[in-house]
């Protein structure tokens, strides 16, 4: 771990690059947020990739409380996904994560953030209001809910200049 990428988290947690070992529990904490998580393979992937940074919230044992993926494209980051413990929502891990990315972004050619969240995910919608992120389209349908029901994306960009 490089001492320039490490960022304090509550909770007595920091944040740091994650590491091939903590995609077990990346897919678990991912399947705990999303109706479809992710193997663990595919977050071995993007912990391998360039231009794919994963970020982890842990403490001092590595015990992982959230994690937030981006991927960077020329001048544009996109956040992948964040999922923070069901234990540890809503105490600023989360907040504490896009804090620590926006912070690494400084260091890349990225100006403009972009996401993509549940529309009837509130607290989500907050977080990233919150943090500077505005609205700007909307895809009806994109997602699918366990119950088979579709519900709609909400496209976020939020300027890193």
Request: charged letters at 30%.
């Amino acid at each position: 771990m490089s001492i320039d990428k490490l960022w304090s988290a509550p909770g007595n947690l920091h944040i740091e690059p994650a590491e091939f070992a903590d995609a077990d529990e990346m897919a678990r904490l991912h399947a705990q947020g999303f109706y479809r998580g992710w193997p663990r393979e595919d977050f071995a992937t993007y912990i391998a990739g360039k231009d794919t940074p994963v970020y982890v919230a842990c403490d001092a044992k590595r015990n992982i409380a959230g994690f937030a993926m981006i991927r960077l494209a020329a001048d544009e980051a996109e956040l992948i996904t964040i999922s923070v413990d069901t234990r540890r929502r809503s105490k600023g891990v989360g907040r504490a994560l896009l804090q620590a990315i926006f912070d690494d972004l400084r260091m890349t050619p990225a100006k403009r953030m972009f996401l993509e969240v549940a529309a009837d995910n509130p607290a989500a919608l907050r977080l990233y209001e919150n943090l500077g992120f505005e609205r700007i389209a909307e895809r009806t349908g994109y997602y699918e809910r366990a119950d088979g029901a579709p519900a709609t994306a909400i496209v976020m960009a939020r300027d890193l200049v």
